[in-house]
């Protein structure tokens, strides 16, 4: 009876897709709606943000104003050092920033405060979605799969989270990823990873995903093998130059020109000792139940003796899982191994599985239907829907 219900409400769903996505702005559509969906289900806490800033001493607030107006300056000692905080906190954040130079310098360069690169983290959250759908497409030639995969993301954290972020800015570091994956071209590659990288050197680690997309893409899913995976064209050298051009700008502008020195409060084993309770639920809250096609990705790969990449894929996300319990902020830091949803659903749909629309609306509608929670510190966050939010003005 259940499996009736479920391929009854299925094939209704698909159908009002399919309708749906008949359009020429499709694209643009769908970009607002599953943007839409995003900030509804798990509406941002703007009242609180502006509670906490309408008394001028909000920390990390100050310290993002300093670091605006000196861009390539250390921040001051009484941003990145409060003995009450001890590792956790915003001190351990800001203390980590020196080397975030690319939001500061926008900020900077195009007279941007505080809100106003708010406003333009929503903008560049919106446009992942509409990267998104295109990239979708591009794969799959298919809009009804190209919406769900974009549902997909709209219930989950990673599509949420560049609404819900105040001072992170992980939500244009997302944007810049997913540009370096978006178009067949050496200079998005390039600086979509390198700027990516200095918002958030998390978004680096993560490229290593990007390269392994690119590989498979432009072999059009033939087997690796080392010769192969070895064989540099175009992008790759593109995404090894942003990587080499970080690592030079980073110690030698940075380090040596500019004496930036390197701040590592709250990165390391204590963490990983203090996370360690969390990280069923770190990983869970990362992807929810997109977790089931990223496990049937493997599965299909195992099966069909595709060890080597699935060997590589495992090692290229293991750097940004680890990462992200080294760490105290670990669904942020682990948003940034969502290459591998993308990399699985390239898999999943060139195996041609006839029902792939069919799983993709049953992940997207548990998704939707699990409100979405998040790690940090030492709390279990809970992103509420818009309702209870309303209710803080009455």
Partial sequence: MLREYIRAYCQYVIHYIEESVNTKLWVLKFTLILSLIAVTTSFPDYYGYVMDNSSGDNIITEAINWQIAHPLQQLPEEYTFLPEEKLTGAPSHLDKRWSRITVPLLAYIFHLDVFLLIILQHITSVLFFYLLLNISFDITADRVISLLIGFIFATTFVGKWGFQDFHYYDGIAYFLLLLAMWKKNV?????GILLAG???????IASAMIYLW????????QEIDFKSFLRFDALKIAIISAWVAYFLIRYFVLIQYFQLKPGVTG???????YNFKYIPMGFFTFLEFAWLLIFAAYVLLLSNKR???SILLFLASGLSYTTAFLVFDVSRSMGYAYPILLISLLVLYQSKEKDLKKYLLIVGTLCFLLPTHAVFLDEIKWFSPIIPKIFKFF
């Fill in 187 to 191: 200079f998005i590659v390039f600086f």
């Fill in 198 to 204: 200095f918002t958030d050197e998390r978004a680096l």
């Fill in 214 to 221: 690119w590989h498979l893409r432009e072999n059009h899913f």
């Fill in 267 to 273: 990165l390391g084993l204590e963490p990983l000792r």
């Fill in 307 to 309: 060890y080597l990449f």
